[in-house]
């Protein structure tokens, strides 16, 4: 947003309560990759330079290419400046930080979509001697006790984290709910650059049906190992994980799983072999079948006949429970009444509704399917920075003396 402002000549100031790439540097386990390839990072007027396009960066080189482009574009940012409110004065906003207040025509609420760990309000009957971890605390396998590991969630973090513990010698028990199953690979070619060629990611919040359903689904089981190899069910079965159903509920020191794992598991093998039966039209239609892999499926779904549907938590067996449950933001700081009875700030497109000149950025299918990338923000930013410009434009015209002026 900020290379935007300064193409459109707004001044601006960009407040960070860490330092530069903070999500990254204090909020990350250790392993961590990301899962979108090298290439599929480009920030306006910045992209990849190095010689693995197809690699997955690591945590240190994330953070350095957040750095870095910081720096390239001398982004006016104030770091270690908290914003502790964000409220309506006169026509415009005052915005409170621990290193001052500031008054300004616009804001853009780019606080990220991941700040607090969304846990199921069963933890509460978890017994006391469990540890409980969110994907935000944990590490690395060896900050567990040793003995069970029970992996609330199946998406991104939860699938990379029980591979690694379970890998650790640590047995974990993952509960499954409604994933997303996508191969890391297909015909030969990255998934992602599949879904980024074919304009799946590019498809635009007013265009699909339910745009509320559009922006709570679950990440992809997706991970960026080295070794580009995929993670599923069936990988973690296969190095001894034990899948189960969701976590229906917590009583007596016993955890519920609900009997929907076999259910939710052949709905996202459906999906899967959608989007693959999308991607094989597209390459199709577009000339892109020659040099690639001829089109194919991958093996259903593993499920165990009658996957148990209760765990004693009491009797010693799990050690620690990690609740990869998903995120949402923390808007508690928002003084201005723009929050739904959810809590979500309602908005059209990231453009705040009630509030003109409140603008929002990074949510989940803000304007784009790839809007929560950090290779989707560019374009949000761009089509967002426009109508602020015109806010701004608009207000200039208005004022007495620019209307006495056109006569
Ligand atoms: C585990 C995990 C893995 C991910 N992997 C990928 C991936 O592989 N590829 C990808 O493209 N995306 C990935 N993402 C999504 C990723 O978070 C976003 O792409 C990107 O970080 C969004 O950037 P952002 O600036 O919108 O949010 P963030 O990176 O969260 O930055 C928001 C910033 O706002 C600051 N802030 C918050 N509140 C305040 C306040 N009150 N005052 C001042 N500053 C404040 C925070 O300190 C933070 O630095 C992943 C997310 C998670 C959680």
Not at 82 to 105: A, F, I, L, P
Not at 132 to 142: F, M
Not at 384 to 404: C, F, Q, T
């Amino acid at each position: 947003m900020s290379w935007w402002l300064d193409r459109c000549s707004i001044d601006h100031v960009v407040l960070e309560r860490g330092d530069i790439a903070n999500s990254w540097k204090t909020e990350r386990w250790d392993s961590l990759r990301l899962l979108t390839p090298n290439w599929q990072s480009r920030l306006p007027g910045y992209g990849y330079q190095g010689s693995d396009p197809d690699g997955f960066r690591t945590m240190p080189e994330t953070i350095s290419f957040i750095e870095g482009y910081a720096g390239a574009m001398a982004a006016p940012v104030r770091t270690h400046t908290t914003v502790t409110s964000v409220r309506k004065h006169d026509d415009g906003y005052e915005v409170s930080t621990d290193q001052g207040n500031w008054k300004c025509e616009t804001v853009v609420l780019a606080t990220g979509a991941c700040n607090i760990p969304t846990i199921p309000a069963v933890a509460a009957a978890v017994p006391a001697t469990i540890r409980t971890l969110t994907p935000l605390q944990y590490r690395k396998p060896d900050q567990l006790e040793d003995g069970g590991v029970l992996v609330v969630g199946a998406s991104a973090s939860g699938v990379q984290i029980a591979d690694e513990i379970q890998r650790s010698g640590r047995p974990v028990t993952l509960a499954v709910g409604e994933h997303v199953r996508v191969p890391r690979v297909y015909r030969g070619k990255d998934i992602k650059w599949w879904m980024d060629a074919s304009g799946v990611l590019d498809q635009r919040f007013d265009e699909v049906d339910d745009i509320v359903r559009a922006r709570h689904v679950p990440s992809l089981q997706l991970a960026g190992y080295a070794d580009r190899r995929s993670i599923d069910l069936n990988s973690l079965t296969a190095i001894g994980v034990k899948p189960v159903g969701r976590v229906a509920g917590v009583n007596d020191g016993k955890a519920q799983f609900s009997g929907s794992l076999r259910n939710v598991c052949a709905l996202a093998d459906l999906k899967m072999n959608r989007l693959l039966g999308t991607i094989d039209e597209w390459a199709r239609d577009h000339g892109q079948d020659v040099d690639v892999d001829p089109p194919h499926r991958f093996d259903a779904t593993v499920v165990e006949e009658s996957p148990p549907l209760l765990l004693d938590l009491a009797r010693g067996k799990i050690k620690t429970i990690i609740w990869a449950t998903g995120f949402r933001p923390d808007f508690s700081w928002l003084d201005v009444p723009v929050l739904d009875h959810k809590g979500n700030i309602r908005h059209d497109g990231g453009v705040v509704a009630d509030s003109p000149g409140l603008y929002l950025l990074g949510l989940p299918f803000l304007r784009r399917r790839k809007s929560s990338l950090i290779d989707g923000v560019g374009d949000d930013a761009r089509d967002l920075s426009a109508h602020l410009a015109a806010y701004l434009r608009d207000r200039v015209l208005s004022r007495p003396e620019m209307i006495a002026a056109r006569g």
